[in-house]
């Protein structure tokens, strides 16, 4: 006998946002703060956190959206977050 889900009684099936589809709204807002040409020209100036990657010419821009591409889904969050922090601070 397969497994099945049970939702919760009273609240519509139409009404749960998936799983899957908040993932996807917090990377849209990730790409969209790096999007910004304000904060990216702000992180295209200050090196990557890794010497190794800094040394070859990359950057914090390069550092935050190789994460947001390449993390799990939490770890997106965590930096969708700091990407809201370093949008809301005033640009040097």
């Given at each position: 006998?397969?497994?099945?889900?049970?939702?919760q009684?009273?609240?519509?099936?139409?009404?749960?946002p998936?799983?899957?589809?908040?993932?996807?709204?917090?990377?849209?807002?990730g790409?969209?703060?790096?999007?910004?040409p304000?904060?990216?020209?702000?992180?295209?100036?200050?090196?990557?956190?890794?010497?190794?990657?800094?040394?070859?010419?990359?950057?914090?821009?390069?550092?935050?959206?190789?994460l947001?591409h390449?993390?799990?889904?939490?770890?997106?969050?965590?930096?969708?977050?700091?990407l809201?922090?370093?949008?809301?601070?005033?640009?040097?």
């Amino acid at each position: 006998m397969p497994f099945v889900r049970h939702r919760q009684e009273g609240t519509p099936a139409h009404e749960e946002p998936a799983e899957a589809d908040l993932a996807a709204a917090t990377f849209r807002e990730g790409r969209d703060i790096l999007a910004r040409p304000e904060i990216r020209a702000s992180l295209s100036t200050q090196p990557h956190s890794n010497s190794y990657f800094a040394a070859k010419g990359k950057t914090m821009a390069d550092y935050y959206e190789f994460l947001l591409h390449n993390s799990p889904r939490g770890s997106v969050a965590n930096l969708v977050g700091k990407l809201r922090e370093i949008a809301t601070e005033p640009m040097q």
